[in-house]
């Protein structure tokens, strides 16, 4: 489960910071000895898309990682500086070839009823994931396993057949609750919309398509967090969730390229807000459906990467706020390939590959065609992100040129995720992934990951890609494996299964009631259970 996520989609966004756009007060409110942490308020956040399903193995979209991220732990995860840190493991041990790692777990942990946590929990968790009868993007990492052990209450041994470098990570997902699933239809569980984790919130209350509501956690194990609230408002047009941010009615959004450079850039804000502004570990992409016979033919494919202008995109959508994305790894880490082709905008170029791909004919309203059909195709993307839906925009205007129709249709979150991916039901996509710091990318890439609900969702397949990605993850050594994803990169880059367009920046706002915030290369939440809003300026109240 530490595969790639939904970007509108993950427990656990990671981000690299760059830059702040205005950075936490050091001089006054932050550090004055007469605003010390205290325990009370919430955090109201605002977000486009409502959950799926609160058990973290079962979904694949943001909105349910998001919420998911709070309530379960893993047995470790990363760090600030993005080093691996034990969390319901408070120790392990990785044996001289690499094969077994043995976890000890942290004693007195108890689950939100109460009820302890062990490591029978661990391997249940292990078992209902490689269940063929449990319907998961996320088995991949789990099916490497030759041998899971509960060898007391507080140790688990995992043993692998062979070297399998994501093995350690792979156990930053979320651990279940035995106790209450074991014997039962995990997809039939009450926990998909009442879930009971080890995390440092608890879960409340959730009225769909309105709020989530969790509280805090009095017996977390790292201590009980400061703020007591986290309440997720669903609001799905990002005017209407700017208008509430400016009321002061939210306390926490992502900012559109335009509210973060021109919107908030007056006093009201000035005076109540800081912002933060980060490169993401993620990109932004156009997706074709493969089974679809129009992107059946890779030429096709390179000459809409042509014809599509990314540097546009970038000035005028995300007024520079973002890089251009030529593969699926983020400028700068050590598995990016900085040597693939690149589609630099060329329409002649992709008036040539059109032609060799047999579209020679252009009917009387100027639109290409091949065996008498015309080439129009749709574009789906979600409801609320206008950044997607503005490229959605410029690609139709920009393909017009080139003598293709693209139609653009915008789905409410859940019925896009629901009944258009998961049911293939698209021509073609504008989505995002975050990139783990692992270059691991077999659960979207990896031919076997086409099934329904799975996260190669354009059915893109290639036996080279396969072993590259297969032979990346079987060994340790970091120069071996930025050979196999070299390769991988150079043949993405020639089949251009998408057409990779930005990574954008993360632009984040916050009241400025809310201190402890301490930007670091991870992002911002990973101490969310420090922040917390001193005694005279808390707003809210949590009700029982």
């Not at 979904?59 to 379960?72: E, K, L, P, Q, T």
């Not at 021109?262 to 490169?279: G, V």
């Not at 251009?324 to 790894?329: E, R, S, T, V």
Request: proline share 6%; glycine share 6%.
């Amino acid at each position: 489960m530490r595969s790639f996520r939904f970007l509108f989609f993950l427990s656990l966004i990671i981000l690299s910071l760059t830059a702040c756009g205005k950075k936490p007060p050091t001089d006054n409110a932050q550090l004055l000895s007469d605003k010390k942490p205290a325990y009370g308020d919430i955090l109201v956040r605002g977000d486009i898309g409502d959950a799926s399903n609160l058990i973290p193995l079962l979904a694949s979209d943001s909105a349910s990682h998001n919420i998911a991220g709070m309530v379960y732990n893993g047995l470790i995860k990363y760090d600030k500086d993005m080093n691996i840190v034990g969390d319901l493991a408070e120790s392990w041990e990785i044996s001289p070839n690499g094969l077994v790692i043995t976890f000890h777990l942290r004693k007195g942990v108890k689950w939100h009823d109460g009820h302890p946590f062990t490591s029978a929990d661990v391997l249940y968790t292990y078992q209902v994931t490689v269940d063929p009868k449990t319907p998961t993007a996320y088995a991949g990492d789990f099916l490497k396993v030759k041998k899971a052990e509960a060898l007391d209450d507080y140790t688990f041994r995992v043993t692998y057949p062979k070297p399998f470098a994501p093995a350690l990570i792979s156990w930053s997902s979320s651990i279940l609750p035995r106790h209450l699933l074991s014997g039962k239809d995990i997809t039939k569980s009450e926990l998909s919309r009442h879930p009971v984790g080890t995390g440092p919130y608890k879960f409340k209350e959730w009225v769909s398509g309105q709020k989530i509501v969790l509280v805090s956690n009095p017996d977390y194990f790292e201590g009980q967090p400061y703020i007591d609230g986290r309440i997720t408002r669903i609001i799905p047009d990002a005017a209407t969730m700017f208008l509430e941010l400016r009321a002061q009615n939210i306390g926490m959004m992502g900012l559109t390229p335009l509210q973060y450079t021109r919107q908030t850039e007056n006093n009201l804000f000035k005076n109540n807000f800081n912002k933060y502004r980060y490169l993401s570990f993620a990109y932004t992409y156009l997706g074709y459906n493969l089974k679809n016979p129009l992107f059946t033919d890779k030429r096709v494919r390179q000459a809409i990467s042509y014809a599509i202008n990314k540097d546009e995109i970038i000035s005028g959508v995300l007024l520079n706020l973002g890089k251009p994305a030529n593969g699926p790894y983020k400028p700068g880490t050590w598995a990016y390939n900085d040597k693939v082709k690149m589609y630099n905008y060329n329409p002649q170029k992709a008036r040539d590959l059109l032609r060799e791909a047999g579209w020679t004919k252009i009917n009387s309203e100027g639109v290409l065609e091949k065996d008498g059909k015309p080439f129009v195709f749709e574009i789906v993307t979600n409801q609320g992100n206008e950044t997607r839906q503005k490229c959605a925009e410029i690609i139709q205007r920009q393909l017009k040129e080139v003598g293709i129709v693209v139609k653009i249709r915008i789905l409410e979150w859940s019925a896009f995720v629901t009944d258009f991916i998961n049911k293939r039901r698209f021509d073609s996509v504008i989505m995002g992934w975050t990139i783990p710091l692992d270059p691991d990318a077999y659960d979207v890439w990896h031919s076997s990951k086409t099934a329904p609900e799975e996260l190669n969702f354009i059915s893109y397949k290639n036996p080279e890609v396969d072993e590259m990605l297969e032979k990346g993850r079987s060994t340790f050594d970091q120069k071996e494996r930025k050979k196999y994803y070299d390769r991988f990169q150079e043949i993405l880059a020639e089949d251009q299964p998408y057409t990779f367009l930005y990574v954008p920046e993360a632009l984040i706002i916050i009241n400025k009631r809310f201190r402890g915030i301490e930007p670091a290369p991870i992002g911002l939440e990973y101490n969310f259970i420090k922040w917390y809003v001193p005694k005279d300026e808390q707003k809210y109240k949590m009700t029982q």
